[in-house]
């Protein structure tokens, strides 16, 4: 539970209908199983102590009578198991029958949910022995004063965000599930004891329910589904477990067997989801009841999969996918600003480097979407003190490739000038020597700019204003920033896309920029070669994008962050390493707001972005010392 972490299970026992001592030996058996896995809710299928297919023995009291006993017995063995389970059965009270889901703990009847939505069409028939659990009725049921909950929240005391809502098989089908409104409510894990007979065809519509039903609530959804051992006499249960957390599958089982699926559902995480969207409701429209319980605050053994590459999706076809809706939405948004401002060119300084051959690249695909001749962009490649013949030539094949214009402007000389007009001496590797190059290019891009009435088109990415490895005024600044919300590994994707797309001297350019080391080149080369690599400096990119991600994106403190990256990096780097570069994040995140405080308009294409007018608002003078002070005294 630590960290938000909540270990799940979601069960499909061996069942034998109308057997409930059976059936509660075998639900006894898997919580204990569960519970040795290290889960904290524990789901098992709709009337999972009687079985859901026994029709008209529902009517019978030697079966009540027997489930009532049964439910007590597995109620009682959980007195030593630090979790909350919750079981199907079959509830009599008064004139009425109702199917319940019962919630427990520790030996402690919690509540009894029922099923509101009770179906009787096609192949259901439940009407015929149930009925809908509409209103809250206190009923003495296994030894215990209770009531029958239609709409409850059972909450961790010790944990508030760990808020867990109950809902019956066919309450997820209908218009208006329960779920939304304890969702409203502050669940952020919904269990769904089910019984859901197969057909062809039936499984992606349920999956796509799950799915979507977690996405809407942004919860944990724990669908758990009955299987072998429920009658066939006219049906087949197929034992279809699945686990989602806010529109993702973190777990799904192979049906037609018995099993128990787990899943880490981080609650930590869906909270500050829901914090972030202001339309998410903040409360129940109707009364929903609360109930306490208590577990241990207990480190989870994660299980759970953290993709070292967040912003990238790890299935190729999607990588493809999404490579070719990015390059499209920042083409998009520079036809845009080109058509609202009446001009037809642009400038780009052209370093032979990744990211400005990914601006290249972008514009390129907008001024073919508004048919004006690729001639029209200007790209500019001023060599200087650190450039690179490698660069300069991949520079100057690329604008011939794409057929756009190319000029080269020296600023050797002009640095030199500046440095002996502000007394910098050019034997003084540092950095004034650096960003007087840096800021003599951007003026050189927009004086050009004005000369042709053109846009400069920047070149910096999501990770570099992360960092703040940008000059101020300098390649910090330009007319319209196109790659500012697109971190530096995705970088590498889309321009490897367009060179998985590209034939001859352009396919050949694209692939020697991609295996070139990442630098800004201005200090001087050593034997010809880049003498000043980005990621020996700052670290290496794809570690501080994974802190990025979960920095901005969801909150996460340093601590989880380092505690997942362990996981996410293991095998790659070391856990020293990757706690160094966390602190090297931190620092310069807080350090460097002042840059992206003043950043020029850029389009945003993911759900992180640092621009002051969109997702992320933060003071420039932040001090950093709460984050940075949580890794000081990390031991592991």
């Known amino acids: 539970m630590k960290d938000g972490f909540i270990k799940t299970a979601a069960v499909t026992p061996s069942l034998r209908v109308a057997d409930c001592k059976y059936n509660a030996d075998e639900i006894i058996k898997n919580i204990q199983t569960a519970a040795r896995s290290g889960a904290v809710v524990i789901a098992f299928p709709e009337l999972s102590v009687t079985g859901y297919t026994c029709s008209d023995l529902f009517l019978q009291q030697s079966l009540l009578e027997s489930s009532e006993a049964e439910a007590r017995r597995i109620i009682k063995a959980t007195e030593e198991i630090d979790a909350l389970v919750i079981f199907g059965v079959p509830v009599a009270h008064l004139s009425a029958l109702y199917n319940c889901a019962a919630v427990v703990c520790r030996g402690e009847l919690l509540g009894l949910v029922p099923k509101i939505n009770i179906p009787n069409y096609s192949e259901f028939y439940e009407r015929r022995h149930f009925t809908p659990g509409e209103e809250v009725k206190l009923i003495n049921y296994a030894g215990f004063e209770t009531a029958i909950l239609p709409r409850a929240v ?15 098989c066919e309450d997820l089908w209908v218009v208006s599930p329960p779920s939304e409104t304890l969702a409203a409510a502050g ?24 799915k979507m039903q977690s996405a809407k609530t942004i919860c944990g959804y724990i669908y758990s589904d009955c299987g072998f051992g429920e009658s066939t006499t006219d049906l087949v249960y197929s034992s279809h477990n699945i686990i989602c957390e806010n529109g993702a599958v973190l777990a799904q089982s192979d049906r037609f067997t018995q099993n128990i699926s787990y899943a880490d559902i981080d609650v930590f995480k869906l909270s500050s989801e829901r914090r972030r969207m202001n339309t998410f409701p903040k409360s129940a429209d109707c009364e929903v009841e609360e109930i306490y319980f208590e577990l241990p605050i207990k480190t989870t053994e994660l299980t759970r999969h953290f993709d070292p590459s967040p912003f990238v999706p790890s299935d190729y076809d999607r990588v493809t996918e999404r490579c070719d809706e990015i390059l499209s939405l920042q083409a998009t948004g520079l036809a845009t600003r080109l058509k609202h401002t009446g001009m037809s060119h642009v400038v780009i300084g052209l370093s032979g480097g990744l990211d400005s051959t990914l ?86 891009l927009m004086d050009i700019a004005n000369k042709n009435s053109a846009l400069v088109i920047g070149t910096g990415d999501l990770s570099e204003l992360a960092l703040g490895w940008a000059t101020y005024n300098g390649d910090h600044m330009s007319m319209y920033a196109i790659n500012s919300s697109i971190p530096k590994t995705l970088v590498r994707y889309i321009t490897k896309f367009e060179a998985d797309n590209s034939t001859g001297v352009l396919k050949t350019a694209l692939l020697d920029i991609l295996d070139t080391p990442v630098s800004p080149e201005l200090l001087p080369p050593k034997d010809g070669d880049i003498s000043q690599k980005t990621e020996e400096i700052v670290g290496p990119y794809e570690l501080h994008d994974f802190f990025l991600y979960y920095l901005v994106r969801y909150g996460f403190t340093p601590l989880k962050i380092y505690r997942i990256a362990k996981l996410a990096f293991d095998g790659v780097y070391d856990k020293e390493t990757i706690l160094h570069w966390l602190k090297v994040f931190v620092r310069r995140f807080f350090a460097q707001q002042f840059k992206r405080s003043c950043l020029p308009d850029g389009p945003k294409v993911g759900s992180v972005t640092l621009s002051p007018r969109g997702d992320f608002r933060m003071p420039s003078d932040a001090s950093s010392a709460l984050w940075l002070s949580q890794l000081e005294d990390i031991r592991d």
């Open 359 to 444: 601006a290249l690249i972008a514009a390129v695909h907008a001024f073919d979407m508004l048919n004006i001749p690729r001639k029209n962009i200007i790209a500019v490649t001023m060599p200087c003190f650190g450039t690179t013949k490698r660069t300069k030539s991949n520079a100057e094949k690329l604008s011939e490739a794409y057929s756009v214009s190319f000029l080269e402007v020296d600023i050797t000389e002009a640095v030199k000038r500046h440095f002996a007009d502000i007394g910098q001496d050019p034997n003084v590797l540092d950095v004034t020597f650096e960003n007087s190059q840096a800021r003599e290019r951007t003026q050189v």
């Open 187 to 210: 669940a952020t894990i919904i269990v769904n004891p089910s019984a859901s007979d197969e057909i062809v065809g039936k499984r992606d519509y349920r999956l796509s329910l799950v």
């Open 154 to 168: 059972f909450r961790c005391a010790s944990m508030p965000q760990l808020t867990v809502g109950v809902e019956i």
